[in-house]
């Protein structure tokens, strides 16, 4: 599967940006996340969302940001509200097939810039 990220951009802290990721066909049998990578720090589990739909959040997100699927399942949204300066980095969509069970995510988006000033 090929992802694609697009959303990102600059806002002030305390604005909202959402992130897209669209896949080139249905992520119904894959797991999805959102990662992120600030310069000089490692990559960064940010959220999740299972092929049930269930989801999981970094506690630094938590309550701030939202991973969603649309109907297709061919686009993964993340809604992020109230903005930090440490949640700029570069976002990567990745996904990981349901088979075998703990399968590491070895699809990855080109990543899109998520800028927070104060």
């Known amino acids: 599967v090929q992802l694609q990220e697009s959303g990102g951009g600059s806002v002030q802290s305390g604005g909202s940006l959402r992130l897209s990721c669209a896949a080139s066909r249905s992520t119904v049998t894959y797991g999805m996340a959102w990662f992120r990578q600030a310069p000089g720090k490692e990559r960064e589990e940010v959220a999740t969302i299972a092929f049930t739909d269930s989801t999981t959040y970094a506690d630094s997100v938590k309550g701030r940001f939202t991973i969603s699927r649309d109907n297709t399942k061919t686009t993964v949204y993340l809604q992020m509200n109230n903005l930090k300066p440490e949640d700029t980095a570069m976002y990567y969509c990745?996904?990981?097939?349901?088979?075998?069970?703990?399968?590491?995510?070895?699809?990855w988006g080109q990543g899109t810039q998520v800028t927070v000033s104060s």
């Open positions: 990745a996904a990981r097939p349901l088979w075998p069970i703990g399968a590491p995510y070895n699809y």
